[in-house]
């Protein structure tokens, strides 16, 4: 199983932007689906964007245009660009690791959009 670990979360104004990171450790990194997700409060946990093993991205509507996953093999890590961030961009965002229909998470950080 793959242990997961989330950095780069912090305070920022409207408009402004964040880079997370993902670091994986304990499995073959390549071979898995990895994603973030949010979740604010009083709200379920969502998708925020996904990118296949072989690269192919998926992204949630309300992020389209705005936020980019991209994943580095070599690294072990999986990115999750955020660019003209709203305050509805709250949330405590996860990275998580598929393979098999087997997740894993990471612990979680909190972005907080607001002037």
């Known amino acids: 199983q793959v242990q997961l670990v989330e950095s780069g979360g912090g305070l920022v104004q409207p408009g402004g932007s964040l880079r997370l990171s993902c670091a994986a450790s304990?499995?073959?990194?390549?071979?898995?689906?990895m994603g973030w997700y949010r979740q604010a409060p009083g709200k379920q946990r969502e998708l925020v964007a996904t990118?296949?093993?072989?690269?192919?991205?998926n992204y949630a509507d309300s992020v389209k245009d705005r936020f980019t996953i991209s994943r580095d093999n070599a690294k072990n890590t999986v990115w999750l660009q955020m660019n003209s961030l709203k305050p509805e961009d709250t949330a405590v965002y996860y990275c998580?690791?598929?393979?098999?229909?087997?997740?894993?998470w990471g612990q979680g950080t909190q972005v907080t959009v607001s002037s």
């Open positions: 998580n690791a598929e393979r098999y229909s087997v997740r894993s």
């Open positions: 304990g499995s073959i990194f390549s071979a898995y689906n």
């Open positions: 990118i296949t093993n072989n690269g192919r991205t």
